[in-house]
């Protein structure tokens, strides 16, 4: 069932170090996923755990100290497999690819778009980069894109610069840059985070729709969990570098068995919440990259730990495709 | 916009008109007057020398506010009067000498922006390199050498030890023809334009490190776009006002250092005649100088404006 015509991504024991003048920090530590064709994959975790890097190192856009040391990242384009990891990180093939079959959505709207271009300008532009089209269709693409994505009188609008936009519009403009040319895979890094609740919403519908239209797969970033249990199909929760626990939402959400998955739920505030009732945190703070801990790196935080934990935990399979890094998820965790 | 700025370039005169007054005053606080300068000083202590007459004649009799407005009302008119030790007419002095300074400007001015801003350029893309540690070095040299200092030693070494380049001048005795002018007006140009070279290198560097860790840059590149065109369009578009704002504020220092750049290398240009009105206390010639100096410096930050709003989609005035 997990034919490999299905797939649109594999991340294989990824591991994208930082090299800082005096240490290495490890920011992704062996991560490994699957993701089929028109599903979306929701990544959640704190600040720092390695998300943002993870999708960063798909599309080799890291920072210049940032650099993929092992493992492989296989994409599956309609001409066969390619293998990213080992692509020259500004090369024509790895450009060839990025903005074409890869899209990307970044956290901060106002910061995201060039503030000296046109929008329509600044979409066109991955359209011309990409295929052989005259800059007057390539507008037209744009204005396209705009109206479907709901701007009103995209064709005037899109002669105005970035700052004429608002936060959600920008946002919107972003998503039309990375849609313009039809991506197989959009990765979204945040994309709502730095906007307004009920801009949210209609970013996150937006991105629902599109995906609906074209088939997308996207891989969301997020640390929200109300969103991933909207959007995703899959979710990765993410922990110092590592995936710790991996399923659908079914299965992460409905029946969390990392204990770090069960502290990130219980973290939520909810409606209906008891007045005075405190919520609950995870305690002490996430170590520091470049000294973890031995063993199972959650251990130190977490309130289920016993003597084995000292030691690495392997995935556990809990079948259907769910998978544990825990020495203790068979049972045992009551809270 | 169009309003905006011819209303902002006529706002020019107004300011040159304030300007000239306070260079008046200040030339009036300084001590003397140019008869002591004019007339021998056994001359003055005789009993029968008449300095009344002498001062009648030149005008100078007169309240000090009628002196200014004669002079200011003279020049609105195109004259642009005569000086006061020699009685030659400042208009031809400044045929003379003008172009000499100008070019001379704009050949530092050329030189400094194109070597500073790819210099910088090249610093930025590939920081940390042993480029970047030598621009560093060069950078540092540049904006802490004085410039005649710094003179003396280029004529020292390429004029008397290696015999490259004429010691000054303009141009050869009896010489003319573009080759002879650009020999002679390299090296003051190059001394001249150093530390702004220096500054915009340095400057160039810190923006475009600045704007290369832009989300705008990475978006750039997230569309697939050859890394020459995110460096050149998306990330230096962007560093680029900064830079130039920079370099329309550092115009008048490079007019300013013309001065002591033309007394270094013996060039005919306005430096020269400035220096020696100014120990004259040749009034007229001092307040066309300077003015014409205060006047470069009012345009340099009309540019300034002028040129932020056609960069910037931003900056609209309307």
Known sequence: MNSESDLILKVDNLQTQFHLSRRVVKAVNGVSFQMKRGRTLGVVGESGCGKSVTAHSIVQLLPKMGRIVDGSITYYSSNGAVELSKLKRNGSEMRAIRGKEIGMIFQDPMASLNPVFTIGHQIAENITQHEKISRAAAMERAVEMLTMLGIPQASTRIKDYPHQFSGGMKQRAMIALAMVCNPKLLIADEPTTALDVTIQAQILELMKEMQHKY?????????????????????????????????????????????????????????????????????????????????????????????QCKTVPADTDLGGGHRVRCWNCMGGLTT | ??????????????????????????????????????????????????????????????????????????????????????????????????????????????????????????????????ADYGNTVIGIIGISIPEFFLGIIAIQIFSIKLGWLPVGGRLDYGESGFLSLLKHVAMPALVLGFSLTAALMRYTRGTMLDVLGKDYVKTARSKGLPEWKVIVKHAFRNALMPVILLLCFRLPMLIGGTVI???????????????????????????????????????????VDLLTALLDPRVRFD
């Not at chain 1, 640390?223 to 626990?245: K, L, Q, S, T």
């Open chain 1, 215 to 307: 088939g997308t797969s996207i891989i969301l970033i997020t640390h929200n969990m109300g969103i991933v249990a909207d959007m995703a199909d899959d979710i990765a929760v993410m922990y110092m570098g590592r995936i710790v626990e991996f399923g659908t939402v079914r299965q992460v959400l409905g029946s969390p068995r990392h204990p770090y998955t069960r502290a990130l739920l219980q973290s939520v505030p909810v409606l209906g919440i008891a007045k005075g009732e405190r919520l609950k945190t995870i305690r002490g703070s996430t170590p520091d990259p470049s000294d973890m801990p031995e063993g199972c790196e959650f251990a130190p935080r977490c309130d289920f730990a016993t003597k």
């Open chain 2, 1 to 130: 916009m169009l309003k905006y700025f011819t209303f902002r370039f006529l706002s020019i005169i107004p300011m040159l008109f304030v300007v000239t007054i306070i260079i008046f005053i200040g030339l009036q606080l300084t001590p003397g007057d140019p008869l002591t300068y004019l007339i021998p000083p056994e001359l003055l202590a005789s009993a029968n020398f008449d300095l009344a007459s002498y001062k009648k004649a030149m005008g100078l009799d007169a309240p000090l506010y009628v002196q200014f407005f004669r002079w200011f009302s003279g020049m609105l008119q195109g004259k642009l009067g005569y000086s006061l030790v020699d009685g030659t007419s400042i208009a031809t002095m400044l045929g003379h000498r003008l172009p000499a300074t100008l070019e001379l400007a704009a050949a530092a001015l050329i030189i400094s922006s194109v070597l500073g801003i790819v210099l910088g350029l090249i610093s930025s893309v590939r920081q940390n390199s042993a």
């Open chain 2, 261 to 303: 750049i033309e007394s270094v290398f013996g060039w005919p240009g306005m430096g020269g005649m400035l220096l020696n009105a100014v120990s004259a206390k040749d009034y007229p010639v001092v307040m066309i100088a300077t003015m014409l100096t205060a006047f470069m410096v009012l345009l340099a930050s009309f540019l």
